[in-house]
Protein backbone atom coordinates (compact mmCIF):
# COMPACT_ATOMS: atom_id res chain seq x y z
CA UNK A 1 0.00 0.00 0.00
CA UNK A 2 1.56 3.62 -0.87
CA UNK A 3 -0.82 6.43 -0.64
CA UNK A 4 -4.45 6.50 -1.25
CA UNK A 5 -6.77 9.27 0.03
CA UNK A 6 -8.91 11.62 -0.74
CA UNK A 7 -10.16 14.87 0.10
CA UNK A 8 -13.82 16.09 -0.21
CA UNK A 9 -15.30 19.56 -0.50
CA UNK A 10 -16.04 21.07 2.83
CA UNK A 11 -13.51 18.65 4.81
CA UNK A 12 -10.27 19.02 6.34
CA UNK A 13 -8.49 16.06 5.70
CA UNK A 14 -5.18 15.97 8.60
CA UNK A 15 -1.91 14.39 6.85
CA UNK A 16 -0.47 13.26 10.34
CA UNK A 17 2.85 11.88 10.64
CA UNK A 18 6.42 12.42 12.19
CA UNK A 19 9.33 14.52 10.16
CA UNK A 20 10.52 12.70 7.28
CA UNK A 21 7.29 10.45 7.09
CA UNK A 22 6.57 12.51 3.54
CA UNK A 23 4.31 14.70 4.00
CA UNK A 24 5.92 17.25 2.76
CA UNK A 25 6.67 15.03 -0.28
CA UNK A 26 2.73 14.44 -1.04
CA UNK A 27 1.80 17.86 -0.95
CA UNK A 28 4.34 18.74 -3.48
CA UNK A 29 3.63 16.21 -5.79
CA UNK A 30 -0.48 17.17 -5.21
CA UNK A 31 0.87 20.80 -6.54
CA UNK A 32 2.96 19.06 -9.38
CA UNK A 33 6.15 20.43 -8.06
CA UNK A 34 7.98 17.16 -7.76
CA UNK A 35 6.46 14.38 -10.15
CA UNK A 36 4.33 11.08 -8.81
CA UNK A 37 4.25 7.56 -9.93
CA UNK A 38 0.44 7.49 -8.72
CA UNK A 39 -1.90 5.59 -10.60
CA UNK A 40 -4.50 8.29 -10.19
CA UNK A 41 -4.11 12.07 -8.98
CA UNK A 42 -6.45 14.93 -9.16
CA UNK A 43 -6.47 17.90 -7.12
CA UNK A 44 -9.43 20.33 -8.15
CA UNK A 45 -10.17 18.63 -11.19
CA UNK A 46 -6.72 18.51 -12.45
CA UNK A 47 -4.18 16.22 -12.93
CA UNK A 48 -1.12 18.02 -11.80
CA UNK A 49 1.09 15.81 -13.78
CA UNK A 50 -0.74 17.04 -17.27
CA UNK A 51 -2.05 20.42 -15.89
CA UNK A 52 0.01 21.69 -13.16
CA UNK A 53 -0.46 25.28 -14.07
CA UNK A 54 -4.42 24.63 -13.38
CA UNK A 55 -3.93 22.83 -10.46
CA UNK A 56 -1.96 25.41 -9.01
CA UNK A 57 -4.49 28.34 -9.95
CA UNK A 58 -6.93 26.77 -8.22
CA UNK A 59 -4.91 25.39 -4.93
CA UNK A 60 -3.51 27.85 -2.07
CA UNK A 61 -0.18 25.97 -0.65
CA UNK A 62 1.76 26.96 1.94
CA UNK A 63 4.84 24.83 4.08
CA UNK A 64 6.47 25.58 7.17
CA UNK A 65 9.60 25.58 5.71
CA UNK A 66 9.03 28.03 2.86
CA UNK A 67 10.64 31.60 3.33
CA UNK A 68 9.89 35.12 1.85
CA UNK A 69 11.69 37.92 0.39
CA UNK A 70 13.95 39.57 3.18
CA UNK A 71 13.68 43.20 1.03
CA UNK A 72 10.20 43.59 0.16
CA UNK A 73 7.46 44.17 2.40
CA UNK A 74 4.75 41.92 3.50
CA UNK A 75 1.87 43.71 1.10
CA UNK A 76 4.43 43.61 -2.03
CA UNK A 77 4.63 39.88 -1.31
CA UNK A 78 0.75 39.63 -1.52
CA UNK A 79 0.71 42.01 -4.74
CA UNK A 80 3.40 40.00 -6.17
CA UNK A 81 1.82 36.82 -5.77
CA UNK A 82 -1.38 38.06 -6.28
CA UNK A 83 -0.44 39.01 -9.71
CA UNK A 84 0.25 35.41 -10.65
CA UNK A 85 -3.63 34.76 -9.83
CA UNK A 86 -4.57 37.99 -12.21
CA UNK A 87 -5.90 39.84 -9.06
CA UNK A 88 -4.72 43.52 -9.63
CA UNK A 89 -5.68 47.06 -8.74
CA UNK A 90 -8.69 47.72 -6.10
CA UNK A 91 -9.90 43.99 -6.08
CA UNK A 92 -5.95 42.57 -4.88
CA UNK A 93 -6.25 45.78 -2.70
CA UNK A 94 -9.65 44.64 -0.90
CA UNK A 95 -8.26 41.03 -0.72
CA UNK A 96 -5.21 41.99 1.37
CA UNK A 97 -7.73 44.24 3.43
CA UNK A 98 -9.44 40.97 4.02
CA UNK A 99 -6.62 38.89 4.88
CA UNK A 100 -5.69 41.56 7.13
CA UNK A 101 -8.33 41.38 9.51
CA UNK A 102 -8.38 37.31 8.92
CA UNK A 103 -5.00 37.01 10.25
CA UNK A 104 -4.16 40.24 11.77
CA UNK A 105 -1.43 41.08 9.62
CA UNK A 106 -1.11 44.78 10.73
CA UNK A 107 2.60 46.30 10.85
CA UNK A 108 3.90 43.30 8.91
CA UNK A 109 1.93 44.78 5.72
CA UNK A 110 4.74 47.61 5.47
CA UNK A 111 7.36 46.24 7.13
CA UNK A 112 10.50 44.60 5.08
CA UNK A 113 10.53 41.06 5.69
CA UNK A 114 14.23 41.74 7.47
CA UNK A 115 12.58 43.49 9.72
CA UNK A 116 9.74 41.38 10.76
CA UNK A 117 9.75 39.05 14.05
CA UNK A 118 9.04 34.76 12.83
CA UNK A 119 5.40 35.25 13.87
CA UNK A 120 4.80 37.92 11.32
CA UNK A 121 6.90 36.18 8.42
CA UNK A 122 4.42 33.12 8.78
CA UNK A 123 1.44 34.83 8.93
CA UNK A 124 2.46 36.67 5.63
CA UNK A 125 3.40 33.19 4.39
CA UNK A 126 -0.19 31.88 5.27
CA UNK A 127 -2.37 34.47 3.82
CA UNK A 128 -0.72 34.24 0.59
CA UNK A 129 -1.84 30.85 0.37
CA UNK A 130 -5.58 32.40 1.01
CA UNK A 131 -5.13 35.14 -1.29
CA UNK A 132 -6.85 34.31 -4.45
CA UNK A 133 -9.64 32.46 -2.78
CA UNK A 134 -8.26 28.85 -3.90
CA UNK A 135 -10.85 25.71 -3.90
CA UNK A 136 -8.30 23.58 -2.04
CA UNK A 137 -6.15 24.25 0.55
CA UNK A 138 -2.35 22.43 1.26
CA UNK A 139 -1.12 23.55 4.61
CA UNK A 140 2.17 22.02 5.49
CA UNK A 141 2.82 22.81 9.71
CA UNK A 142 1.34 26.53 8.73
CA UNK A 143 1.37 26.97 12.70
CA UNK A 144 5.05 26.28 13.20
CA UNK A 145 6.68 29.56 13.75
CA UNK A 146 2.97 31.13 15.17
CA UNK A 147 2.08 32.67 18.18
CA UNK A 148 -1.31 31.62 20.17
CA UNK A 149 -3.23 34.41 18.91
CA UNK A 150 -2.21 34.09 15.09
CA UNK A 151 -2.52 30.21 15.15
CA UNK A 152 -5.93 30.81 16.73
CA UNK A 153 -6.95 32.64 13.77
CA UNK A 154 -5.44 30.20 11.52
CA UNK A 155 -7.24 27.53 12.83
CA UNK A 156 -10.26 29.73 12.77
CA UNK A 157 -9.93 30.72 9.31
CA UNK A 158 -9.29 26.99 7.90
CA UNK A 159 -12.97 26.04 9.95
CA UNK A 160 -14.38 28.72 8.25
CA UNK A 161 -12.83 27.91 4.76
CA UNK A 162 -14.11 24.57 5.21
CA UNK A 163 -18.06 25.69 6.01
CA UNK A 164 -17.56 27.73 2.77
CA UNK A 165 -17.01 23.73 0.96
CA UNK A 166 -13.08 24.34 0.19
CA UNK A 167 -11.41 21.19 0.58
CA UNK A 168 -8.71 21.16 3.13
CA UNK A 169 -5.72 19.06 3.42
CA UNK A 170 -3.88 20.50 6.68
CA UNK A 171 -0.55 18.28 7.16
CA UNK A 172 1.09 18.55 10.85
CA UNK A 173 3.03 16.43 13.39
CA UNK A 174 0.68 17.88 16.10
CA UNK A 175 -1.58 16.08 16.38
CA UNK A 176 -4.16 17.62 19.11
CA UNK A 177 -4.14 20.67 16.61
CA UNK A 178 -5.75 17.70 14.29
CA UNK A 179 -8.24 16.64 16.27
CA UNK A 180 -9.44 20.00 16.96
CA UNK A 181 -10.28 20.77 13.52
CA UNK A 182 -10.05 17.70 11.17
CA UNK A 183 -12.90 15.37 9.90
CA UNK A 184 -10.67 13.13 8.43
CA UNK A 185 -7.32 11.87 9.04
CA UNK A 186 -4.55 10.06 7.81
CA UNK A 187 -1.55 8.52 9.31
CA UNK A 188 1.48 8.72 6.93
CA UNK A 189 4.86 6.71 8.15
CA UNK A 190 8.15 6.04 5.99
CA UNK A 191 5.48 6.85 2.74
CA UNK A 192 3.31 5.19 3.51
CA UNK A 193 -0.54 6.44 4.54
CA UNK A 194 -1.48 3.45 7.09
CA UNK A 195 -4.17 4.75 8.17
CA UNK A 196 -7.26 6.71 6.75
CA UNK A 197 -10.72 7.65 8.49
CA UNK A 198 -12.17 9.63 11.27
CA UNK A 199 -11.09 10.55 14.32
CA UNK A 200 -13.27 8.14 16.20
CA UNK A 201 -12.39 5.72 14.04
CA UNK A 202 -8.40 6.01 14.53
CA UNK A 203 -9.75 6.17 18.35
CA UNK A 204 -11.25 2.82 17.87
CA UNK A 205 -9.21 1.13 15.35
CA UNK A 206 -6.54 1.74 17.81
CA UNK A 207 -7.97 1.14 21.39
CA UNK A 208 -6.81 4.98 22.21
CA UNK A 209 -8.11 7.35 24.74
CA UNK A 210 -6.50 10.11 22.10
CA UNK A 211 -5.56 10.78 18.51
CA UNK A 212 -1.86 10.69 20.06
CA UNK A 213 -2.12 7.80 21.51
CA UNK A 214 -3.99 5.85 17.95
CA UNK A 215 -1.30 7.20 15.94
CA UNK A 216 1.78 5.92 17.83
CA UNK A 217 -0.30 2.69 18.04
CA UNK A 218 -0.80 2.36 14.76
CA UNK A 219 3.19 3.26 13.89
CA UNK A 220 3.99 0.26 16.42
CA UNK A 221 1.84 -2.17 14.85
CA UNK A 222 3.54 -0.78 11.31
CA UNK A 223 7.02 -1.93 13.33
CA UNK A 224 5.99 -4.73 14.25
CA UNK A 225 4.60 -6.17 11.31
CA UNK A 226 8.27 -5.48 9.79
CA UNK B 1 0.88 41.75 -16.03
CA UNK B 2 2.94 38.50 -17.72
CA UNK B 3 4.28 36.76 -15.14
CA UNK B 4 8.06 36.79 -16.22
CA UNK B 5 7.60 40.59 -15.94
CA UNK B 6 6.11 40.44 -12.46
CA UNK B 7 9.36 38.34 -11.30
CA UNK B 8 11.41 41.05 -13.29
CA UNK B 9 10.06 44.00 -11.15
CA UNK B 10 10.50 41.96 -7.99
CA UNK B 11 13.77 41.05 -8.69
CA UNK B 12 15.10 44.54 -9.80
CA UNK B 13 13.35 45.55 -6.71
CA UNK B 14 15.27 43.47 -4.60
CA UNK B 15 18.55 44.39 -6.00
CA UNK B 16 18.02 48.28 -5.87
CA UNK B 17 17.07 48.37 -2.22
CA UNK B 18 20.37 45.99 -1.51
CA UNK B 19 22.57 49.32 -0.45
CA UNK B 20 25.68 47.43 -0.03
CA UNK B 21 25.20 45.48 -3.42
CA UNK B 22 23.92 48.58 -5.13
CA UNK B 23 27.47 50.59 -3.74
CA UNK B 24 30.00 48.15 -4.46
CA UNK B 25 28.36 46.99 -8.06
CA UNK B 26 27.45 50.49 -9.52
CA UNK B 27 28.79 53.24 -7.34
CA UNK B 28 31.86 51.71 -6.80
CA UNK B 29 33.34 51.33 -10.20
CA UNK B 30 32.04 54.53 -11.84
CA UNK B 31 34.45 56.02 -9.00
CA UNK B 32 37.02 53.33 -8.84
CA UNK B 33 37.66 52.57 -12.40
CA UNK B 34 39.16 56.06 -13.15
CA UNK B 35 41.51 55.66 -10.14
CA UNK B 36 42.55 52.51 -11.10
CA UNK B 37 43.25 53.37 -14.21
CA UNK B 38 45.29 56.32 -14.08
CA UNK B 39 46.76 56.29 -10.19
CA UNK B 40 49.40 54.09 -10.72
CA UNK B 41 50.44 55.84 -14.19
CA UNK B 42 50.23 58.87 -11.94
CA UNK B 43 52.10 58.00 -9.10
CA UNK B 44 55.06 55.91 -10.37
CA UNK B 45 55.55 59.23 -12.40
CA UNK B 46 55.57 61.47 -10.03
CA UNK B 47 57.42 58.89 -7.90
CA UNK B 48 59.94 59.14 -11.08
CA UNK B 49 60.17 62.81 -10.96
CA UNK B 50 60.95 62.71 -7.28
CA UNK B 51 63.42 60.46 -7.85
CA UNK B 52 65.59 61.91 -10.51
CA UNK B 53 65.52 65.66 -8.39
CA UNK B 54 66.96 63.81 -5.11
CA UNK B 55 70.80 64.01 -4.87
CA UNK B 56 71.44 60.68 -5.02
CA UNK B 57 75.18 59.61 -3.63
CA UNK B 58 77.38 57.97 -6.36
CA UNK B 59 81.03 56.60 -5.29
CA UNK B 60 83.46 56.44 -8.34
CA UNK B 61 86.72 54.78 -9.04
CA UNK B 62 89.02 55.63 -11.62
CA UNK B 63 86.51 58.14 -13.48
CA UNK B 64 87.53 60.92 -15.69
CA UNK B 65 87.37 64.45 -14.03
CA UNK B 66 85.34 65.53 -16.51
CA UNK B 67 82.77 62.89 -16.41
CA UNK B 68 82.80 63.41 -12.27
CA UNK B 69 81.60 67.08 -13.09
CA UNK B 70 79.03 65.68 -15.48
CA UNK B 71 77.61 64.13 -12.91
CA UNK B 72 77.73 66.49 -10.07
CA UNK B 73 76.33 69.13 -12.41
CA UNK B 74 73.38 66.13 -13.36
CA UNK B 75 72.36 66.57 -9.22
CA UNK B 76 74.73 63.78 -8.03
CA UNK B 77 77.01 63.58 -5.03
CA UNK B 78 79.81 62.26 -6.39
CA UNK B 79 82.64 61.49 -3.83
CA UNK B 80 85.69 58.56 -4.39
CA UNK B 81 86.09 55.35 -2.84
CA UNK B 82 88.08 52.49 -3.32
CA UNK B 83 85.52 49.84 -3.60
CA UNK B 84 82.32 51.24 -4.93
CA UNK B 85 80.54 48.00 -5.18
CA UNK B 86 81.11 47.66 -1.43
CA UNK B 87 79.88 51.24 -0.84
CA UNK B 88 76.72 50.47 -2.69
CA UNK B 89 76.10 46.73 -0.96
CA UNK B 90 76.47 48.80 2.49
CA UNK B 91 74.32 51.46 2.09
CA UNK B 92 76.74 54.55 1.76
CA UNK B 93 76.36 55.33 -1.98
CA UNK B 94 73.29 54.76 -4.18
CA UNK B 95 75.26 53.87 -7.41
CA UNK B 96 78.98 52.98 -7.74
CA UNK B 97 80.85 53.86 -11.03
CA UNK B 98 83.89 52.39 -11.77
CA UNK B 99 86.31 52.63 -14.89
CA UNK B 100 89.07 50.53 -15.69
CA UNK B 101 90.51 52.37 -19.07
CA UNK B 102 87.81 50.19 -20.83
CA UNK B 103 84.75 50.07 -19.74
CA UNK B 104 82.77 51.56 -17.32
CA UNK B 105 81.35 49.50 -14.46
CA UNK B 106 77.94 50.64 -12.64
CA UNK B 107 76.63 49.02 -9.72
CA UNK B 108 73.13 49.62 -8.32
CA UNK B 109 70.88 47.23 -6.20
CA UNK B 110 68.38 46.87 -9.27
CA UNK B 111 66.84 43.79 -7.43
CA UNK B 112 66.23 45.49 -4.38
CA UNK B 113 66.01 49.06 -5.18
CA UNK B 114 63.29 48.19 -8.17
CA UNK B 115 62.14 51.19 -9.77
CA UNK B 116 64.02 53.39 -7.75
CA UNK B 117 67.58 52.41 -9.14
CA UNK B 118 65.93 52.08 -12.50
CA UNK B 119 65.32 55.94 -12.15
CA UNK B 120 69.38 56.43 -10.85
CA UNK B 121 70.59 54.35 -13.44
CA UNK B 122 68.43 56.42 -16.43
CA UNK B 123 70.30 59.69 -14.67
CA UNK B 124 73.95 57.95 -15.26
CA UNK B 125 73.14 56.31 -18.47
CA UNK B 126 72.23 59.50 -19.84
CA UNK B 127 75.29 61.38 -18.09
CA UNK B 128 77.68 58.92 -19.79
CA UNK B 129 75.69 58.73 -23.15
CA UNK B 130 76.22 62.34 -23.02
CA UNK B 131 80.05 62.45 -22.31
CA UNK B 132 80.00 59.73 -24.78
CA UNK B 133 79.04 62.02 -27.36
CA UNK B 134 81.70 64.92 -26.76
CA UNK B 135 84.01 62.54 -26.97
CA UNK B 136 83.40 61.18 -29.94
CA UNK B 137 82.88 64.49 -31.28
CA UNK B 138 85.96 66.06 -30.01
CA UNK B 139 88.09 62.64 -32.15
CA UNK B 140 86.25 63.23 -34.82
CA UNK B 141 87.42 67.26 -34.87
CA UNK B 142 90.43 66.29 -34.18
CA UNK B 143 90.63 64.05 -36.71
CA UNK B 144 89.29 66.48 -39.48
CA UNK B 145 85.70 64.82 -39.73
CA UNK B 146 82.52 66.85 -39.12
CA UNK B 147 80.57 64.86 -36.38
CA UNK B 148 77.53 64.64 -38.67
CA UNK B 149 79.04 61.72 -40.51
CA UNK B 150 78.01 59.98 -37.43
CA UNK B 151 74.22 60.48 -38.31
CA UNK B 152 73.91 60.44 -42.31
CA UNK B 153 69.82 60.58 -41.55
CA UNK B 154 67.41 61.14 -38.91
CA UNK B 155 64.09 58.91 -38.08
CA UNK B 156 60.43 60.20 -36.76
CA UNK B 157 58.04 57.48 -35.92
CA UNK B 158 54.47 58.94 -36.54
CA UNK B 159 51.44 56.92 -35.44
CA UNK B 160 48.79 56.74 -38.55
CA UNK B 161 46.29 54.76 -36.73
CA UNK B 162 42.74 56.39 -37.32
CA UNK B 163 41.56 58.86 -34.82
CA UNK B 164 39.41 56.69 -33.32
CA UNK B 165 42.23 54.07 -32.36
CA UNK B 166 44.28 56.66 -31.41
CA UNK B 167 42.26 57.78 -27.91
CA UNK B 168 42.46 54.06 -26.11
CA UNK B 169 46.46 53.26 -26.93
CA UNK B 170 47.54 52.58 -23.90
CA UNK B 171 45.60 49.95 -22.31
CA UNK B 172 42.89 49.00 -24.97
CA UNK B 173 43.62 45.70 -24.54
CA UNK B 174 42.82 45.90 -20.43
CA UNK B 175 39.57 47.11 -20.99
CA UNK B 176 37.71 44.57 -23.03
CA UNK B 177 38.69 42.24 -19.74
CA UNK B 178 37.61 44.48 -16.94
CA UNK B 179 34.16 45.35 -19.15
CA UNK B 180 33.68 41.63 -19.00
CA UNK B 181 34.31 41.77 -15.92
CA UNK B 182 31.67 44.10 -14.73
CA UNK B 183 29.22 42.22 -16.68
CA UNK B 184 30.27 39.13 -13.95
CA UNK B 185 30.39 41.01 -11.18
CA UNK B 186 27.10 43.11 -11.60
CA UNK B 187 24.92 40.38 -12.62
CA UNK B 188 26.72 37.48 -9.68
CA UNK B 189 24.71 39.27 -6.77
CA UNK B 190 21.11 39.23 -8.51
CA UNK B 191 21.91 35.86 -9.76
CA UNK B 192 22.93 33.97 -6.82
CA UNK B 193 20.23 35.41 -4.45
CA UNK B 194 17.59 34.63 -6.90
CA UNK B 195 18.96 31.23 -7.83
CA UNK B 196 20.52 29.46 -4.64
CA UNK B 197 19.29 32.12 -2.32
CA UNK B 198 15.88 31.51 -3.31
CA UNK B 199 16.56 27.98 -2.51
CA UNK B 200 18.17 28.65 0.94
CA UNK B 201 15.57 30.86 1.98
CA UNK B 202 12.41 28.36 0.70
CA UNK B 203 11.48 31.16 -1.32
CA UNK B 204 11.88 28.87 -5.10
CA UNK B 205 9.17 26.27 -3.78
CA UNK B 206 6.60 29.18 -3.12
CA UNK B 207 7.39 30.94 -6.47
CA UNK B 208 7.31 27.53 -8.77
CA UNK B 209 3.88 26.64 -6.86
CA UNK B 210 2.20 29.80 -8.34
CA UNK B 211 0.70 29.69 -12.24
CA UNK B 212 3.53 30.01 -13.76
CA UNK B 213 5.99 27.98 -15.91
CA UNK B 214 9.73 27.74 -14.95
CA UNK B 215 10.39 29.46 -18.23
CA UNK B 216 8.68 32.31 -16.83
CA UNK B 217 10.41 32.43 -14.11
CA UNK B 218 13.69 32.40 -15.62
CA UNK B 219 13.24 34.94 -18.03
CA UNK B 220 12.90 37.73 -15.37
CA UNK B 221 15.66 36.60 -13.10
CA UNK B 222 17.25 36.91 -16.26
CA UNK B 223 16.53 40.05 -17.46
CA UNK B 224 16.48 41.30 -13.67
CA UNK B 225 20.21 40.01 -13.84
CA UNK B 226 21.61 41.33 -16.94
CA UNK B 227 19.81 44.96 -16.07
CA UNK B 228 21.97 44.73 -13.10
CA UNK B 229 24.78 43.54 -14.99
CA UNK B 230 24.47 46.43 -17.71
CA UNK B 231 24.35 48.91 -15.06
CA UNK B 232 27.75 47.70 -13.51
CA UNK B 233 29.13 48.07 -16.81
CA UNK B 234 27.72 51.25 -17.42
CA UNK B 235 29.06 52.52 -14.80
CA UNK B 236 32.63 51.32 -15.09
CA UNK B 237 32.80 52.20 -18.77
CA UNK B 238 31.54 56.07 -17.25
CA UNK B 239 34.11 55.74 -15.11
CA UNK B 240 36.64 55.50 -17.81
CA UNK B 241 34.87 58.04 -19.88
CA UNK B 242 35.22 60.46 -17.00
CA UNK B 243 38.78 59.68 -15.83
CA UNK B 244 39.78 59.43 -19.59
CA UNK B 245 38.63 63.25 -20.48
CA UNK B 246 40.14 64.25 -16.89
CA UNK B 247 43.47 62.43 -17.71
CA UNK B 248 43.37 64.45 -20.91
CA UNK B 249 42.22 67.44 -20.02
CA UNK B 250 45.15 67.93 -16.66
CA UNK B 251 47.94 65.77 -17.99
CA UNK B 252 51.26 67.31 -17.04
CA UNK B 253 52.44 65.02 -19.35
CA UNK B 254 52.17 63.06 -22.61
CA UNK B 255 52.63 59.67 -20.84
CA UNK B 256 49.61 60.30 -18.84
CA UNK B 257 47.72 62.13 -21.27
CA UNK B 258 47.92 58.53 -23.51
CA UNK B 259 45.71 56.80 -20.29
CA UNK B 260 43.10 59.10 -22.08
CA UNK B 261 40.14 56.95 -22.69
CA UNK B 262 37.13 58.06 -25.36
CA UNK B 263 34.74 55.91 -27.38
CA UNK B 264 33.48 57.17 -30.34
CA UNK B 265 29.19 56.56 -31.26
CA UNK B 266 30.23 53.37 -33.25
CA UNK B 267 32.50 51.79 -30.62
CA UNK B 268 29.72 52.88 -27.98
CA UNK B 269 26.93 50.79 -30.25
CA UNK B 270 29.12 48.09 -30.23
CA UNK B 271 30.06 47.79 -27.24
CA UNK B 272 26.71 48.17 -25.85
CA UNK B 273 25.52 45.15 -27.99
CA UNK B 274 28.64 42.91 -27.42
CA UNK B 275 27.56 43.42 -23.62
CA UNK B 276 24.17 42.64 -23.92
CA UNK B 277 24.59 39.62 -26.02
CA UNK B 278 27.79 37.90 -23.10
CA UNK B 279 25.71 39.17 -20.28
CA UNK B 280 22.86 36.97 -21.58
CA UNK B 281 25.18 34.17 -21.92
CA UNK B 282 26.78 34.66 -18.30
CA UNK B 283 23.40 35.18 -16.56
CA UNK B 284 22.53 31.94 -18.31
CA UNK B 285 26.03 29.95 -17.35
CA UNK B 286 25.67 31.40 -14.11
CA UNK B 287 21.74 30.60 -13.28
CA UNK B 288 22.76 27.05 -14.39
CA UNK B 289 25.61 27.00 -11.92
CA UNK B 290 23.02 28.77 -9.13
CA UNK B 291 20.96 25.93 -9.36
CA UNK B 292 23.32 23.32 -8.84
CA UNK B 293 24.03 25.15 -5.80
CA UNK B 294 23.07 23.72 -2.43
CA UNK B 295 23.18 27.21 -0.88
CA UNK B 296 23.95 30.80 -1.05
CA UNK B 297 27.79 30.09 -0.54
CA UNK B 298 28.20 26.99 -2.60
CA UNK B 299 26.74 29.12 -5.23
CA UNK B 300 29.40 32.10 -4.96
CA UNK B 301 31.96 29.34 -4.64
CA UNK B 302 30.92 27.75 -8.37
CA UNK B 303 30.81 31.39 -9.86
CA UNK B 304 34.37 32.60 -8.58
CA UNK B 305 35.33 30.21 -11.26
CA UNK B 306 34.20 32.07 -13.85
CA UNK B 307 36.77 35.26 -12.86
CA UNK B 308 39.09 32.47 -13.79
CA UNK B 309 37.74 32.05 -17.06
CA UNK B 310 38.69 35.80 -17.97
CA UNK B 311 42.23 35.30 -17.66
CA UNK B 312 42.92 33.41 -20.55
CA UNK B 313 41.04 35.23 -22.77
CA UNK B 314 42.53 38.22 -21.83
CA UNK B 315 45.72 36.67 -22.24
CA UNK B 316 44.60 35.84 -25.80
CA UNK B 317 43.60 38.99 -26.37
CA UNK B 318 46.78 40.83 -24.98
CA UNK B 319 48.51 38.81 -28.04
CA UNK B 320 46.54 39.52 -30.31
CA UNK B 321 46.80 42.84 -29.55
CA UNK B 322 50.50 43.33 -30.25
CA UNK B 323 51.45 39.77 -32.35
CA UNK B 324 48.37 37.73 -33.54
CA UNK B 325 46.29 38.52 -36.22
CA UNK B 326 43.09 36.92 -35.27
CA UNK B 327 41.26 34.94 -37.93
CA UNK B 328 37.66 34.97 -37.67
CA UNK B 329 37.63 31.49 -36.01
CA UNK B 330 38.96 33.09 -32.62
CA UNK B 331 35.59 34.96 -32.92
CA UNK B 332 34.05 31.95 -32.05
CA UNK B 333 35.69 31.01 -28.97
CA UNK B 334 33.62 31.57 -25.78
CA UNK B 335 34.51 34.49 -23.64
CA UNK B 336 37.84 35.66 -25.81
CA UNK B 337 35.11 36.03 -29.08
CA UNK B 338 33.75 39.15 -27.19
CA UNK B 339 36.80 40.38 -25.70
CA UNK B 340 38.66 40.46 -29.39
CA UNK B 341 36.14 41.99 -30.76
CA UNK B 342 36.03 44.53 -28.17
CA UNK B 343 39.71 44.91 -28.55
CA UNK B 344 39.60 45.55 -32.46
CA UNK B 345 37.00 47.84 -32.04
CA UNK B 346 38.60 50.14 -29.62
CA UNK B 347 41.62 49.85 -32.16
CA UNK B 348 39.59 50.65 -35.33
CA UNK B 349 40.39 47.25 -36.38
CA UNK B 350 36.84 45.35 -36.35
CA UNK B 351 35.36 44.21 -39.68
CA UNK B 352 31.89 43.10 -40.91
CA UNK B 353 33.35 39.66 -40.42
CA UNK B 354 34.68 39.91 -36.70
CA UNK B 355 30.95 41.76 -35.96
CA UNK B 356 29.57 38.79 -37.41
CA UNK B 357 31.08 35.60 -35.51
CA UNK B 358 31.49 37.14 -32.26
CA UNK B 359 27.88 38.36 -32.17
CA UNK B 360 26.64 34.89 -33.54
CA UNK B 361 28.29 32.71 -31.63
CA UNK B 362 27.74 34.43 -28.60
CA UNK B 363 24.04 34.50 -28.83
CA UNK B 364 24.32 30.87 -29.69
CA UNK B 365 26.53 30.30 -26.57
CA UNK B 366 24.12 32.56 -24.83
CA UNK B 367 21.03 30.92 -25.92
CA UNK B 368 22.58 27.25 -24.68
CA UNK B 369 23.70 28.72 -21.55
CA UNK B 370 19.59 29.81 -21.11
CA UNK B 371 18.71 26.42 -22.17
CA UNK B 372 20.91 24.83 -19.74
CA UNK B 373 19.36 27.21 -17.16
CA UNK B 374 15.88 26.63 -17.99
CA UNK B 375 16.86 22.87 -17.70
CA UNK B 376 17.99 22.95 -14.00
CA UNK B 377 15.32 25.08 -13.46
CA UNK B 378 13.07 22.25 -14.40
CA UNK B 379 14.85 19.06 -12.82
CA UNK B 380 13.34 18.56 -9.06
CA UNK B 381 16.43 16.61 -8.47
CA UNK B 382 18.06 20.14 -8.35
CA UNK B 383 15.11 22.09 -7.41
CA UNK B 384 14.79 20.73 -4.36
CA UNK B 385 18.28 19.53 -3.97
CA UNK B 386 19.98 21.00 -0.27
Known amino acids: MGIDFEVREGEVFALLGPNGAGKTTTLRALVGLIRSQAEELYVAGADPRKDPLMVRRRVGYATGGMGLYERLTGREHLVFFGRFYGLTGPELAERIAELDRAFGLGEALDRQVQAMSSGMRQKILVARAFLHRPQVLLLDEPTAALDVFARRALLDRVLEEKREGKAVLYSTHVLPEAEEIADRVGFLYRGRLVFTGSIPEAKARYRAPTLEHAFIQAVREVEDAA | ?386
Open chain 2, 1 to 386: MPPSRNVFWKELLSFLRDRRTLFSQVLLPFFLMPFFMFAPGYLVERLSQQTAAEVQKVAVKGIPAELEEALSKAGLSVFPDPDPARAVREGRADAGLVYDGRRFVLYLKLAQEGMRAEVLRGRIRAVLEDYKTRLVERRLAQAGLDPKVLEPFSVEVADVSPPKAQGTSVFAYLVPMMLLMFILSGAMPVVTDATAGEKERGTLEVLLATPTTPREILLGKAAAAMVAALLSTASGIGGLLLGGAVAARYAESPELEAFSFRLGAEALWATFVTGVLFAAFAVGVMIFLGMLARSYREAQTYMGFLYMALVLPAVLVGMASSFLEPTPAYYLIPVAGPMMLLDAVFRAKADLLAYLFAWGSTLLYAALALGLAAWAFSREEIVFKN
